[in-house]
């Protein structure tokens, strides 16, 4: 089956698993896509990182549970893929999507190490004053 053929009409999901096997079958759609496009558009990315960046733009919306919405980000996404299946888009478009990811994931890191920072800081004051307090593994 094509990727193009797998592309049905907009329909609303009657359930939410209804709604997220349709965003799994558009995940395992867009990864088929990306050999061909590496080759389109002459791109110096791997398949792996193709695959992270494509798993962090579903990543970001993971907690979206209406069924409503879940075909919105489904139906917007199908549109990306036919663009880019279809050469509407260019090359620095494709490259921007891999920029505006590191720079999401490079963010996140930096939050997880605040807090880490922050943990250790707060660690650190008690046990100077002498506030001794047990912490679960």
């Given amino acids: 089956m094509s990727i193009l053929a797998s592309m049905a009409a907009t329909s609303a999901s009657a359930t939410a698993q209804q709604a997220r096997s349709r965003a799994l079958l558009l ?31 579903f990543e970001k919306h993971r907690d979206v549970k209406d069924p409503d919405i879940i075909d919105r980000l489904v139906f917007m996404g199908r549109l990306e ?9 260019q090359k620095p478009h494709i490259l921007k999507h891999f920029e505006t990811t ?27 004053k002498g506030h001794h307090v047990e912490y679960d593994v």
């Fill in 27 to 57: 995940y395992r759609d867009m990864l088929r896509q990306v050999p061909a496009s590496i080759e389109q558009f002459n791109l110096d990315k791997s398949r792996e990182d193709f695959r992270v960046m494509i798993r962090h733009h």
């Fill in 81 to 89: 893929l036919e663009e880019v299946h279809k050469l509407w888009k």
């Fill in 102 to 128: 590191a720079a999401e994931i490079a963010a996140q890191k930096m939050d997880a190490h605040d807090d880490e920072a922050k943990l250790a800081a707060d660690f650190q004051r008690r046990f100077y």
